[in-house]
Each structure stands twice: as structure tokens, then as C-alpha cells.
């Protein structure tokens, strides 16, 4: 065996004694970049960063490499796209609108998707990418919600997570509204009457942001532009830098298990295993959205066509993250109170501006609001089992059903088409549901979940087991023996060592007999 | 060399797991270090395998962008590549690199009692100091921020456009304004049939959003949608304002059959006979209707503008 010489050399390499060697780069780069800024101690820390294994971690990262997708891409849009919404006549590469009067931003649209080498791809893939960062933010935060992950001390990491929530959902709508195809210019319509909704300053606001009545006098698209570009992808890498900060002073939270307590974390640690791991996600997150960007077409304008205020298309619906709200102006009942001489358009204002508005501020409130009704102001670190805390999955599945209610009130028109019933029967039927069926879903899942505690053992794997008779007749049941990988060999967690023995035959197989020796990550 | 060796660290190391003292060396055989794969060999040569099959897309990717692109394919090319190669990538990580399990102590985030009212005496105490029998200051720098604040939002928000004055009551159809088509083309009596519905706006200002009009024919004969609008659809020609009292999306789909408006936006329904009342989903107030009148050539004019604001509410409506 060699391992004293390579002993001998990993020492010379980590504490850098011996002169006469030639002087190892990396001691060198280390040592170089710790005198400048003290990297070996907090760096060391980060290369021991522990993050625990469970599939439920991977949904906040892919809404972290949705954003690096958008970021890339957006880059690429922007050097093509003209934020203006001037009317040019089109002579660009799209033969079928030779001729027509559009406007530039959506002339350079359709240029840089047919007249730039992959731009069509690379803006379907911004597109898709924007649709899944708000479907990863979504389930990412009822990954948080539903394990209680945002309890004690994670309280303000969940109030930025809510934040950039809103401040995803506002730039995929304004990202959707740059194009000005018809189907971004009816959003806008209706976004203005929705300013315009708002008691005492509506009006005001509403013709300060267009520059007049709608549509303005255009300068709402070059100023949507640059909030879309600048402002709030500024706002959203400061938190989402705040949010990964905050996650790394606290540490993961982790489910509980084999040497796991609210005093550690045990996982896999940042240098190598995650790094590689994680590196690997941010290419197949890429590699889902590039060929979702090449293969499957969204937001086609060129068959929408330019923006007119006088022209409509016939089933017109927002991203699937806006289709909430579109339920709720749908379905709520045309009320309008006038006071006083003044109109509250409430049938807009309540469902586009009050009800988000109380929505986010609940969620905002949450931890505080459980803590107060629970009294538990402990510090949390192991996460809840859902079924082990029936009353909150309950709420969280009413939250979630009203929300999935809302959305499928989004279209109505289909629904009534698809289904061969009239659009009034629809509509009414959504004006209970959207109350109905959260109660309904809220209760089952109360239920559902005291029963599964109520069951010794659920969720783990059942042992087979053998039933023989015997000659006289007498049966015997036998449980067979586990099999690899059922929980026996589960090793103790062990600190990440600080050097590796590298020397010796890398066979650890046939030297260990089997690499099986670990079990599936209970929860 | 002696035994001392299997613990190397000491206090002038950094350890990033918080263990107190050096954690040993790990053998190269420690059950924390060997690969998740039964089988290393093989997951190598899988991984192998599923890392050549990235490049290849990448490299088709590249082949396919150098004779001329083709989005489709792009897309297969540049997905399984980016694919391919991290699947091959995490797979590495999973099945070959040490996976533990690893274990890091927490460390308290609160601290000592002591060290909370130190702080919250140092804020306090020099903030009081700050004040002390310097009340006016505070007064005067509250003040001047609070005038700061406001005077910021000016250029901030006021600059951006104009004030909204009566831009939202009015249009800008006036008394005999002709009914013209996108085209700006005048409207004759003959031009539509019974069942028939265009959109119109007032000459001189075709394609405009808030004069947009919807005019239909209903019937061959005059109609009076509500009492007071007698003389309003001479020859069943009714025209009412085309922006939605909801939220303001063109009404843009007439039905013949019912003689009803449909906005395709919140499936708001206006009934086209008794004055565009809304039958049906959240709009709440009928459509305003433009009162006609056939001149003695047989154009279709105004006979005055809107007597309502048009589209959806705001405050100041009354």
C-alpha cells in the first residue's frame, strides 16, 4: 500500500510545509484568494454545506433555473425586440403581413421569431420558462406550506417567497403584454379598467401610466418594457439572492429520520455531491424548456395579429397564472354601488384588486396567524408529515381547490361548448362551486389525513409475508426477511471528513460485497 | 510515520461541518463514500453513454444552425443535448459521488439575552441621544421628509401623462356625425341586411377605441328599445357603444338568432332589443345607446352623442 507516501503528500499539500515540492495550484489559488479574502474558513463551511435528499427540494430549483432560462433568453429577445408601439408598415421576412400597418413591437416580434436563426425557439422557450417559474414558485410554496417548513425561524424567507410569487406573476403578465398582438392589447384593456376601477385615484392613475384614455398615447409599451427588463427582474434577483442567503444561515429544514434531529442537518453535502447533482438539474430544466420552446407553440401572434381596440377573438384567455383572477372577474355578480355620486365599480374592483390583495396578505400572514392559533412559538427545523397535521393540510387543500375553482371558471365558454350546456348553467354553477367544493375538499382531506395517523405504519413498505401449513393442519404466518435496501442497513450520519484517502484499488464493490446499503428516504 | 496521522486536523483548521475537533480521515472504503450504484462499473458506462448522447445533440444542434436552422428540430437537437448531458451529469452525482448520509451540526441563530438588550440599548439609548432636547430637529426632519416623500411622487407618477379631466364622459360623436366603417366609409341605409352588424365610429375618427360603435339591424322596421329612445333605431338600425361596461373589451360578437351582444372576454350578455340590457355575467350596467336618424339621402348620422359615459365605471361617473 502507498497510503503513508500519499498521507505524507496530502499533508504536505494542506498545510504547505514541505518547500522543496513543487507548490500545489489549487493550495496555491486557495491560498492566494484567502489572504485577499479569508475564503478557507467560510469557504470551507460552504463546501460542507449539507442539503438533505428528498425530491420535494428539487421544486424550488427548478423555479430557480426557470429563472436562469428566462434571464438567458430574455438577454437574447431583448436584442431584437422594439419596445415601441409606433405603426410602421411590415416588410419583414412573415410574407403574409408584407404590407400591413403594425406596430414595431409587434413587427420585431414576428421578425426576431422568423427572421433570426432559432429566435422562434428561444422566445417560445422565455415563454414556456415564464409559465413553468410560476408553476415551480406554486408548488415549491405548497412544498413549504404543507411540510410547515415556514414555521419558526423561516418565517421572513417565506414572506420573500410569497413576494417574488407576485412579482413573477406581475412580469409574466407584462412580459405577455410587450408583443402588442391582440391577445396582449386585450389584457391591457382590461388591466386599465381595472386601474381605472379603483376608488378616488383610478382615473388618475389610469391616464398617468397609458398617457390618456386607452390606449394611451403609447408609451405604455416602451414603459412596460423597461419595468419588464430592469425594474422588476432587479427587485426579483435581489430576493431570490436574499431568499438563498437566508437559506444558508438557517440551513435546510429536513424530514425526520435515522439521525436526524432539530439540531442538524443530514443530507449530502454542496462539494461534490450537490454541485453535481444540482448542476445536472439546471441543463435538464434547460433541456425540458428548449424542447418545449422548439416543439410546442405558444403565443403564435402572428395568428392573433396586431392589436386593434375595436377587434376581439372569440375565447380569449390570459397565461394559466393570470386564469384566477379571470375566474373571479367572471363569475362575481354584477355589482356596482354608487355613493355619494361617485361610482365603486366593485364588480372590477373586487375581484381584480381587493380579493389578490387579501389573498397575498393572508399568506403573507400565515406563520404568524398559526403560531398565534397553535401557541407554538418553538423554533422548527424536522418537518410535519401532511397527514400528521390534518388541520392544515385541510386549509391548504380548500386554499388550493378554490384556487384550481377559480381557474377552471377562467372558461367558462369553453366548458359550456366542450360540454353542450348553456354558458348561464356554467356560470351559476361556478358561483356556488368556487364556495362548494373547497368545503367539501377541505373536510375529506380533514378527515382523510386523522385516518391515515390513525394507521400503524403507513407509507412504509410492507413485508411480505409467507403462510404455510402444516401437516396436522395448523397454519403459521412468517414475515420473509427484508429486503436490500428495507431500512436495516441504514448507516449513522457521519461529519463530512476534512481528507479523503484516495490511494488504494477504487473496487469498493467487490471489496464492500454490495453497494446497497442505504434505504429509500423514509419521511 | 506514527498513528497521530489519522486525525490531521488541529485547531488552526478549518472544519466547515462544526464538529469541535478534526474529523479523521475518511478511508477510501468508508461506507459514507461509496457510490449509491450497485453496480459502479455499469453506472459509469451508462453515464458514459447518456453524456456522448448530450454531445451529440449539442453538436447536431450546432450542425443543424450552421446549414440554415429549422425550429422544430432545434429544439429536439438543443433538448436532449441540455437534457441528456445533465440527466448524465445528476446521475454522476447520484450514483457515483459519496452520499453519505453526512451530518452538520446547527447552531444557535438567537443569542444570549444579554447581547439582544445590548443592541436594542444601543439603538435606543443613542437614538434618544440623537433626540435629546433636540425635539424641533426631529420635528423639522420628519416634516421635510414627509414634504420629500410627496414631492418625489411628482415627477414619479404626476410627469407620466395627463390628467384624465373629462376624457372618460365624453366621445366624439356629436350631433349628425355620419356613421362611418373602419374605411371611413359612410353608412347607408342599404348596407346592412336584417341580422346584420358592423362596427362603426364617427367620421374622422375611424378605428378609435372609445367612439367604437356597434350597429346591428334587427328588424326592417323602427324600433324603440326603451321609453324616451323612440326615434333612436330608425329602419331597426340600433347602435350601441362597443366597449364593455365591465371591464371594457369590445362587445364584438353579435348572434343573430337571439339578438343578443356577446364580450368574449368575461361572457358578458347584452340583449340588443330592450336597450342592450345585460341578461347575463358581470356586467353591470346596459351598454349606452347612440340614438340615430336616416338623413334624406339615406346616410346613417347621430342625432347627438352618447348621454352616458361609455365602458366600464370609475369614480367619478356618477
Not at chain 1, 492 to 518: F, H, K, M, N
Request: glycine content about 12%; aromatic content about 12%; overall charge positive.
Amino acid at each position: 500500500m502507498s497510503a503513508a507516501r500519499s498521507r505524507t503528500a496530502m499533508r504536505g499539500r494542506g498545510a504547505g510545509r514541505d518547500k522543496s515540492q513543487k507548490p500545489d495550484p489549487v493550495v496555491a489559488g486557495v491560498r492566494w484568494l484567502d489572504e485577499r479574502l479569508g475564503v478557507a474558513k467560510g469557504g470551507r463551511v460552504l463546501l460542507d454545506k449539507i442539503f438533505p435528499d428528498h425530491w420535494s427540494f428539487l421544486l424550488g430549483e427548478i423555479a430557480l433555473y426557470s429563472l436562469v432560462v428566462l434571464i438567458a433568453t430574455g438577454i437574447f429577445l431583448s436584442l431584437y425586440f422594439v419596445p415601441s408601439a409606433q405603426d410602421i408598415i411590415y416588410h419583414g421576412v412573415y410574407a403574409p403581413l408584407r404590407g400591413s400597418k403594425v406596430s414595431a413591437a409587434f413587427a420585431s416580434t414576428v421578425n426576431l421569431s422568423f427572421g433570426v436563426r432559432s429566435g422562434l425557439v428561444i422566445r417560445q422557450m422565455h415563454h414556456w420558462a415564464a409559465d413553468v417559474f410560476v408553476g415551480a414558485i406554486a408548488v415549491h410554496m405548497c412544498r413549504i406550506f404543507f411540510t410547515g417548513a415556514y414555521r419558526k425561524p423561516r418565517e421572513l424567507n417565506w414572506m420573500i417567497g410569497i413576494t417574488l410569487l407576485i412579482l413573477a406573476l406581475t412580469n409574466g403578465f407584462i412580459g405577455y403584454s410587450l408583443p402588442d398582438d391582440l391577445v396582449s392589447g386585450t389584457g391591457l384593456r382590461i388591466m386599465f379598467s381595472i386601474v381605472l376601477s379603483i376608488p378616488i385615484v383610478g382615473s388618475y392613475l389610469a391616464t398617468f401610466l397609458f398617457g390618456g384614455n386607452f390606449p394611451g398615447d403609447g408609451s405604455i409599451i416602451p414603459r412596460l418594457f423597461i419595468v419588464h427588463v430592469l425594474v422588476v427582474p432587479l427587485i426579483i434577483l435581489g430576493l431570490v439572492g436574499a431568499h438563498l442567503g437566508l437559506l444558508v444561515r438557517q440551513k435546510h429544514t429536513q424530514f425526520p429520520g435515522h439521525g436526524r434531529t432539530e439540531k442538524n442537518v443530514v443530507g449530502s453535502p454542496m462539494y461534490p455531491t450537490f454541485i453535481a447533482k444540482t448542476t445536472g438539474f439546471l441543463f435538464v430544466t434547460t433541456g425540458v424548456l428548449w424542447a418545449l420552446g422548439g416543439l410546442a407553440q405558444i403565443n403564435p401572434i402572428w395568428q392573433f395579429g396586431q392589436y386593434e381596440p375595436y377587434k376581439i377573438s372569440y375565447a380569449v384567455q390570459p397565461d394559466w397564472y393570470m386564469g384566477w383572477l379571470d375566474g373571479a372577474l367572471r363569475i362575481m355578480p354584477p355589482i356596482s354601488w354608487t355613493l355619494w355620486g361617485h361610482t365603486i365599480p366593485l364588480v372590477v374592483f373586487f375581484p381584480a384588486v381587493l380579493f389578490p390583495g387579501i389573498c397575498f396578505n393572508l399568506f403573507f400572514a400565515w406563520p404568524f396567524v398559526e403560531a398565534k392559533v397553535t401557541g407554538d412559538r418553538s423554533e422548527h427545523n424536522l418537518l410535519d408529515r401532511p397527514r400528521d397535521k390534518p388541520k392544515r393540510t385541510a386549509i391548504g387543500v380548500a386554499a388550493l381547490t378554490f384556487f384550481f375553482t377559480l381557474f377552471a371558471a377562467s372558461s367558462t365558454d369553453v366548458l359550456a361548448n366542450y360540454f353542450k350546456i348553456s354558458l348561464n348553467e356554467v356560470l351559476w354553477f361556478f358561483r356556488f362551486a368556487v364556495f362548494i367544493v373547497p368545503s367539501i375538499a377541505g373536510v375529506f382531506t380533514y378527515y382523510l389525513c386523522r385516518e391515515m395517523t390513525g394507521v400503524p405504519g403507513i407509507g412504509r413498505r410492507k413485508r411480505a409475508v409467507v403462510i404455510t401449513r402444516s401437516a396436522q393442519g395448523e397454519y403459521e404466518s412468517v414475515e420473509t426477511a427484508p429486503r436490500p435496501g428495507d431500512g436495516q442497513e441504514e448507516l449513522t450520519p457521519t461529519p463530512v471528513p476534512d481528507r479523503i484517502e484516495l490511494d488504494g484499488e477504487l473496487e469498493p464493490v467487490e471489496a464492500a460485497g454490495s453497494g446497497v446499503r442505504r434505504i429509500p428516504r423514509r419521511l | 510515520m506514527s498513528d497521530d496521522l489519522d486525525v490531521v486536523t488541529g485547531p488552526d483548521v478549518a472544519t466547515g461541518n462544526g464538529a469541535a475537533a478534526g474529523v479523521p480521515l475518511a478511508k477510501f472504503d468508508d461506507p459514507h463514500l461509496l457510490p449509491y450504484a450497485k453496480n459502479p462499473r455499469r453506472a459509469e458506462m451508462l453515464i458514459g453513454v447518456i453524456l456522448l448522447i448530450g454531445l451529440a445533440g449539442f453538436a447536431a444542434y450546432g450542425g443543424l444552425y450552421w446549414v440554415g436552422g429549422q425550429a422544430q428540430w432545434e429544439g429536439v437537437f438543443g433538448g436532449v443535448g441540455f437534457f441528456a448531458f445533465g440527466f448524465g451529469l445528476s446521475a454522476w452525482g447520484k450514483y457515483l459521488l459519496p452520499q453519505g448520509p453526512f451530518v452538520e451540526e446547527r447552531h444557535n441563530l438567537a443569542s444570549s439575552e444579554a447581547e439582544v438588550g445590548a443592541m436594542a440599548a444601543a439603538i435606543e439609548d443613542r437614538g434618544k441621544m440623537v433626540f435629546r432636547r433636540r425635539g424641533f430637529l426631529g420635528t423639522i426632519l420628519g416634516a421635510g421628509a414627509g414634504v420629500m416623500g410627496v414631492v418625489i411622487a411628482f415627477p414619479l407618477i404626476r410627469s407620466l401623462g395627463p390628467q384624465p379631466k373629462k376624457t372618460f364622459d365624453t366621445t366624439d360623436w356629436s350631433p349628425n356625425a355620419y356613421l362611418v366603417d373602419l374605411d371611413g366609409r359612410r353608412i347607408h341605409q342599404a348596407d346592412l341586411e336584417v341580422g346584420g352588424a358592423l362596427t362603426v365610429f364617427p367620421e374622422g375618427y375611424a378605428g378609435s377605441s372609445v367612439n367604437q360603435t356597434m350597429l346591428v339591424r334587427a328588424e326592417n322596421t323602427d324600433i324603440v328599445t326603451l321609453p324616451g329612445r323612440e326615434t333612436w333605431g330608425p329602419k331597426g338600425y340600433l347602435a350601441y357603444s362597443k366597449m364593455c361596461t365591465h371591464a371594457g373589451c369590445p362587445v364584438g360578437l353579435y348572434e343573430e338568432l337571439t339578438q343578443q351582444l356577446l364580450c368574449p372576454c368575461h361572457q358578458s350578455l347584452f340583449d340588443v332589443k330592450t336597450g342592450a340590457n345585460p341578461v347575463f355575467g358581470p356586467a353591470p350596467r346596459p351598454l349606452p345607446q347612440l340614438p340615430l336618424k336616416i338623413d334624406s339621402r339615406g346616410f346613417l348620422r347621430a342625432q347627438a352623442g352618447y348621454d352616458q359615459p361609455v365602458g366600464p365605471g370609475f369614480w367619478e361617473r356618477s
